[in-house]
């Protein structure tokens, strides 16, 4: 598994993907009053078609497959890349989000930056990784349909997320309280974020699995 | 003993079916896997590795069922197929690094003297790599984890006749070790009559037949005539041709005899492989070219 991670990153997937592009999406936690989950969907706007296309031209699927590794494990360590870069740009909008607080002391105008922007960016990661994998690994090339579905669950779960942070009065205050126990729950919440997202990608390797194992390459 | 035995393997497509192919293929030996374009051949190589789902039949290699120890026999079995288009943009030197890993007998010094003997600079991308280098290549990789059976899809495709033979030259030294056996799929038979022990031809799915090269080139003769003796034997020839000066035909040894009494009237010589797998894409076709 280690070994199929580490042709994923030396042959699949350039560090642009990897470093770059999450350093600049994680830049634009600088931009003040912002929808700061935008900055994480950059990912699958930029990086999974180009990450897919490659794997496509290297005919990497058929060249791992004749290798001596399970068809499972393929899966896996396509998904556990993603996961990979998925905490990266996480771990680069947590640097820059704090940036930004030291920088403009304000609040932001959508979801602040705190453990529940965070909690739900794993989310929506957690939820594209089960809508696109799935539907790749019915063909283990054909990766447009997938990824738009993907893309369009993942904005709409966003877009509810965002505007219900601001228009229902026990959400807002749940999520942008500044008590205590407000607080509590807000780190809870990331917590189970955590899980949520685990439990989502355990499910897309799991349907991934079943998927690739009934096809032929 | 035998390095690869298949038995009954099945696959059903569409508009194709692959039925019930078996053969063996002893350790120690080249063979040659003809057969004419969409005849089978890759997705019996597929078949053997467990790259498509067969529906029937069993895969032994090295004595064991492939199926319930793929992980393990890889390790002995390397895969190549004729494009050989994979990590274009990448240095060979990167992709035998990454590729090493996977498998337990890499020999790393091996590996460097097989490229110097073949020539390849590990700093050159694969796109970068002419037809044969790219099987060269795939060659040393194969070479390096020490696998004991080669199976190569089409390797002499699209490379010129000083590349094929010199080619075909490392296949024969390869095996010399009597370890080792290759297993190529072709349809250029030139190659076949240059080092194959073994013929292993399959016409639409089917095996025809599996064995010894001299024994097959032996069980087949080409037998040519005068028009107005052709309906008298047609029953007994695989398929025919007619042609201005009367018509040729491909006819099994054995069958020679049941049309003793034409044989005045008739040349008799001897078939090659491109003689075998024309007349018998001939009757897949429906039996005749009149």
């Known amino acids: 598994m280690i070994n199929l991670l580490y042709k994923e990153f030396k042959l699949n997937i350039n560090y642009f993907f990897v470093i770059i592009i999450p350093l ?4 634009l936690f600088l931009i003040p009053q912002w929808v700061f989950l935008v900055a994480f969907m950059y990912f699958f706007f930029i990086s999974v078609p180009n990450i897919c296309n490659t794997c496509n031209a290297h005919n990497d699927i058929g060249f791992t497959a004749i290798m001596p590794v399970c068809k499972s494990d393929i899966v896996k360590s396509k998904v556990f890349s993603f996961i990979l ?5 996480l771990l680069f909008g947590v640097v820059f989000g704090f940036i930004n607080l030291k920088l403009y002391k304000t609040e932001n105008f959508l979801l602040n930056i705190d453990f529940p922007l965070f909690g739900f960016a794993l989310m929506m990661y957690g939820i594209f990784n089960l809508c696109f994998f799935p539907g790749y690994f019915k063909s283990a090339y054909f990766y447009g349909k997938p990824l738009i579905f993907a893309i369009i669950v993942s904005v709409l779960f966003a877009t509810v997320v965002e505007l219900f942070a601001i228009f229902v009065p026990l959400i807002h205050i749940l999520f942008e309280g500044k008590e205590s126990s407000q607080k509590l729950f807000q780190f809870v919440f990331f917590i189970i974020s955590i899980i949520v997202f685990i439990l989502l990608n355990i499910v897309t390797v799991k349907i991934s699995n079943k998927r690739f194992e009934s096809i032929d390459l | 003993m035998n390095i690869l035995k298949v038995e009954n393997l099945c696959k059903s497509y569409k508009d194709f079916q692959l039925d019930n192919v078996s053969f063996t293929l ?3 030996y080249i063979m040659g896997f003809i057969g004419s374009n969409g005849a089978g051949k890759t997705t019996t190589l597929k078949g053997i590795l467990n790259l498509i789902h067969t529906e029937n ?4 290699i090295l004595g064991k069922d492939f199926k319930a120890n793929e992980i393990a026999l890889k390790q002995d079995v390397a895969f190549m197929v004729g494009e050989n288009n994979y990590y274009r943009k990448k240095k060979i030197g990167l992709i035998a690094e990454v590729v090493s890993r996977f498998y337990m007998n890499w020999d790393q010094s091996y590996y460097e003297k097989l490229l110097k003997r073949f020539k390849l600079d590990p700093e050159k991308k694969i796109q970068e790599l002419s037809q044969g280098m790219k099987v060269k290549f795939s060659l040393a990789l194969a070479l390096s984890h020490k696998a004991k059976l080669i199976l190569l899809d089409e390797p002499t495709s699209g490379l010129d006749p000083v590349a094929r033979d010199d080619l075909l030259e490392i296949f024969q030294e390869l095996i010399e070790d009597g370890k080792k056996s290759i297993l190529f ?4 038979t030139n190659d076949l009559e240059k080092c194959a022990d073994y013929i292993t031809f399959i016409s639409n799915g089917r095996i025809i037949e599996s064995t010894e090269k001299d024994i097959f080139l032996e069980n087949y003769r080409i037998i040519s005539g005068s028009a107005g003796i052709l309906d008298d034997i047609k029953s007994n020839v695989v398929s025919y041709k007619t042609h201005s000066l009367g018509f040729s035909a491909l006819i099994e040894n054995e069958k020679i005899s049941k049309i003793k009494p034409f044989n005045g009237s008739l040349n008799v010589k001897n078939a090659n492989l491109d003689d ?4 018998f894409s001939k009757k897949d076709q429906g039996g005749s070219n009149d």
């Open chain 1, 24 to 27: 600049s999406c994680g830049a």
């Open chain 1, 85 to 89: 870069i998925e905490i990266i740009h």
């Open chain 2, 26 to 28: 002893p350790e120690g």
């Open chain 2, 57 to 60: 039949g069993t895969v032994e």
């Open chain 2, 185 to 188: 799929s072709t349809h250029i």
């Open chain 2, 276 to 279: 075998i797998m024309i007349y």
